[in-house]
């Protein structure tokens, strides 16, 4: 926990591909934005092999994304999530669920984190119904097969990959 003019600061990480980023994910950062003091968008760059956008596009859309929430930062890792949480000062973890067939690899990710450090505890956020079915992959089949995705992601991710 970090001291911040003599109070304790929650700080939560929100780690992903984020490629691209969705109104899912956007609706898990809100939530968690209301309950934590910091919240750090943490984009995994090992995920780059297959990777749709680069980190840095991804971070570029995530921050025009979000700029208007006083307290969420974005940035980009390499390695442990927990690692990085840990060199952040961040006590929490925050993973979201769309539908019950995430939770099981959710669940192993957050034993395993455990394990690694029992300090970091892992928050499970569900989105609202209306984002259970959106993901990255889907959003990006359908913008490879000319469909529509505004009604998928925020404003500047459909402009940026419409215009691309």
């Known amino acids: 926990?970090?001291?911040?003019?003599?109070?304790?600061?929650?700080?939560?990480?929100?780690?992903?591909?984020?490629?691209?980023?969705?109104?899912?994910?956007?609706?898990?950062?809100?939530t968690s934005a209301g309950i934590f003091d910091k919240v750090i968008i943490a984009?995994?760059?090992?995920?780059?092999?297959?990777a749709f956008l680069k980190v840095d596009e991804r971070v570029k859309l995530i921050q025009e994304s979000v700029g208007h929430i006083?307290?969420?930062?974005?940035?980009?890792?390499?390695?442990?999530?927990?690692?990085?949480?840990?060199?952040?000062?961040?006590?929490?973890?925050?993973?979201?669920?769309?539908?019950?067939?995430?939770?099981?690899?959710?669940?192993?990710?957050?034993?395993t984190n455990s394990a690694l450090a029992p300090d970091i505890q892992t928050v499970f956020l569900i989105t609202k119904p209306?984002?259970?079915?959106?993901?990255?992959?889907?959003v990006r089949e359908i913008l490879q097969n000319n469909g529509d995705i505004s009604k998928f992601v925020p404003k500047p991710v459909f402009e940026y990959l419409t215009n691309r």
């Open 1 to 30: 926990m970090v001291k911040r003019k003599g109070k304790n600061m929650k700080i939560a990480i929100y780690p992903g591909s984020f490629d691209p980023i969705t109104n899912g994910h956007l609706d898990v950062l809100m």
């Open 43 to 50: 984009v995994a760059r090992n995920s780059e092999k297959n």
């Open 70 to 111: 006083e307290n969420v930062e974005v940035d980009a890792f390499d390695g442990l999530t927990i690692e990085y949480a840990r060199k952040k000062g961040a006590e929490v973890l925050i993973r979201g669920l769309r539908a019950v067939s995430d939770f099981e690899y959710e669940m192993q990710l957050s034993q």
């Open 130 to 138: 209306e984002y259970n079915f959106i993901s990255s992959s889907t």
